[in-house]
């Protein structure tokens, strides 16, 4: 008996342990369960919003498929769908691509301003690389538009990820092309063909015909009199230099 607490003896023991523990533990219980309920009730939050965002941006990629843009009725709805996506949500993948949207309609009305603002938006805070890529060659091509196409060739000189290759380096051969700089736009479109592989045909077969409307008369090939032609043929670039 005396190496055990009589009855009187453990009541009186978790009396003075919980005078001294008691509130510590309940309080400790108390924000244990809150902080459970309350994760679940955020995870519940984040679910919600998530199913929001779906519904509101699947109204506005359906109206995208089915409205006819050319209409300023339908474009202004489109407008304002699209800010709705963003109201609900200014950052993920449905604002940046609500945003991108936004950026088209801006090109269309020849807002470069404001379709800058929305390119910039995404280019430096999407959600991922690929995004932001899209948003840059975009980019590039309203600063073309806008008249600074050396800005635009400096974003085009960063490296992309080679699923974006082929598009930058053709981007940059077509600013490149607009400054009448031929040799390097020509340089610039064969890399963009390099970067298309075999794939892609009928964009290689574009691509070569940019390269080809890079060459010069100097860059011609020199074509050999024909020894049974008693006239014999000339050179096109030396006839063109006769003529002049």
Known sequence: ??????????????????KDYGTTVLVAAVLGLGGFFAWNQYQSYKVGQAQKASVIYDKFAT?????????EEDSAELKRLANDVLANNSSGLYADFATLYLAKLAVEQQDFAS??????????????????????????????ASGEAEQALTLLS??????????????????????KRLGEARVAYETALQALGTSQPMRRSLVQLKIDNTLTANDAPVI??????PHGAHNPAQNAAEDA
């Open 1 to 18: 008996m005396a190496a055990h607490l009589t009855e009187e003896e453990q009541i009186e023991a978790l009396k003075r342990w919980w």
């Open 63 to 71: 109206a995208v498929a089915e409205f006819d843009e050319s209409s």
């Open 158 to 179: 960063s490296t992309p990820s080679s699923a974006y290759a082929a598009a930058y380096a053709e981007a940059k051969g077509d600013v490149l092309l607009s400054l």
């Open 224 to 229: 050999l009199p024909n020894p049974h032609d």
């Open 115 to 144: 379709a800058r603002t929305h390119l910039e938006k995404v280019a430096n805070q999407g959600t991922n690389d690929a995004v932001k890529e899209l948003a840059g060659l975009r980019l590039a091509r309203v600063l073309v």
